[in-house]
């Protein structure tokens, strides 16, 4: 079957796997598909799980999964690699360690390189669930692993974030990223089988209660970040879980609703879409350019400097533009 929005639309994993590769390896070329895929396609709904590496998120997923697709749902998993640039397709450990719910009817795993060629957060990662959206997949869950820039990257990505801690972590959690600790709209503390549990909970609790006195976040229609206990290899929990994120989404439909947008989501997909086509309009040929040596030498000569330089480039560009249009 030939790579097409019908074949797409109608599910078909090894077409989907296709489509997904072209994303990654041709973008350009993917577009017009793409477009034609973005316009009658809903947008799944969006989770991102992120934490530090061992602390079970990938039982967790497994787990989730199982439960959502149980209730006849399509679940699509996007396990971010943050290895390796390239990741070329989904041969990953984190496919093998799902190995659960790799074969089941309902379930697509990917896994995907954190950053782009260009260097940002790659964004193929966002036409991917505009492809799976296409395809029927109603959840993304999107798996992200190491701390730091490229978790923050994805978790903003997501409907629902939820940062995975393991009662080990102790007191490295006190440096828990800020953005992290900011981003969590669930904290799931797994391993709660382990003798520190309770005092990771309290920990965790404190935090919380902190963050919310800083952001004055008592009125009601705040969100209340919920702290989820699990044994992911028991699947204890894990109902619990499911309902916090049920509980979050309802919470985010009503203010979807309110303003008539998902603005999160939506509003990331755009800024790194123009992002990318600044880069590979502007940015990188003015690198290639002579024009660009002679300003580097302008600024070593003294000639001019840095920001004078930056003016009268985007002045230059602004102009090209207006020449284009004409
Ligand atoms: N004791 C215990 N081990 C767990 C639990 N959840 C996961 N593990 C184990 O922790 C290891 C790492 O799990 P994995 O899901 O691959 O973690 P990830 O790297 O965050 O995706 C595996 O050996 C799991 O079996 C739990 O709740 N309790
Ligand atoms: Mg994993």
């Known amino acids: 079957m030939k790579i097409s929005a019908k074949g797409v639309r109608s599910g078909d994993e090894e077409i989907i796997a296709r489509v997904i590769s072209m994303v990654e390896n041709q973008r350009q070329q993917a577009f017009p598909l793409l477009k034609e895929l973005y316009r009658d396609a809903e947008l799944a709904y969006l989770a991102g799980i992120t934490g530090p590496p061992g602390s079970g998120k990938s039982t967790l997923v497994e787990k989730l999964v199982l439960s959502w697709i149980a209730e006849g749902e399509k679940v699509a998993v996007i396990a971010i690699d943050p290895s390796s640039e390239f990741s070329g397709g989904a041969l990953l450990g984190d496919r093998i360690r799902m190995g659960g719910i790799s074969t089941e009817k309902n379930v697509f795993i990917r896994s995907m390189a954190t950053r782009g060629y260009l260097g940002g957060l790659n964004p193929a990662i966002f036409d991917t669930v505009v492809v799976l959206s296409a395809a029927g997949f109603q959840k993304i869950v999107i798996e992200t692993v190491g701390v730091g820039q490229n978790e923050i990257d994805i978790v903003r990505l997501a409907d629902t974030t939820m940062v995975v801690t393991v009662p080990e972590a102790g007191d490295e959690i006190q440096s828990f990223k800020a953005g992290l600790m900011e981003a969590g709209d669930i904290f799931i503390l797994n391993k709660a089988d382990q003798p520190a549990a309770s005092r990771m909970e309290l920990i965790l609790k404190q935090m919380l209660e902190m963050k919310d006195r800083q952001n004055h976040s008592c009125s009601v229609s705040a969100w209340q970040v919920p702290i989820v206990k699990t044994i992911a290899t028991e699947g204890e929990g894990i109902e619990e879980l499911k309902k916090a994120v049920a509980r979050h989404r309802d919470f985010l439909s009503r203010s979807w609703k309110e303003r008539n947008n998902r603005s999160r989501v939506i509003r990331n997909h755009v800024v790194h879409l123009m992002e990318e086509y600044l ?47 004409n």
């Open 279 to 325: 880069r590979n309009h502007f940015i990188d040929p003015l690198l290639e350019s002579s024009y660009f040596q002679e300003i580097l030498t302008g600024i070593s000569t003294r000639k001019t400097d840095p920001y004078t330089a930056v003016e009268q480039l985007v002045k230059s560009f602004k102009k090209e533009q207006g020449n284009h249009e």
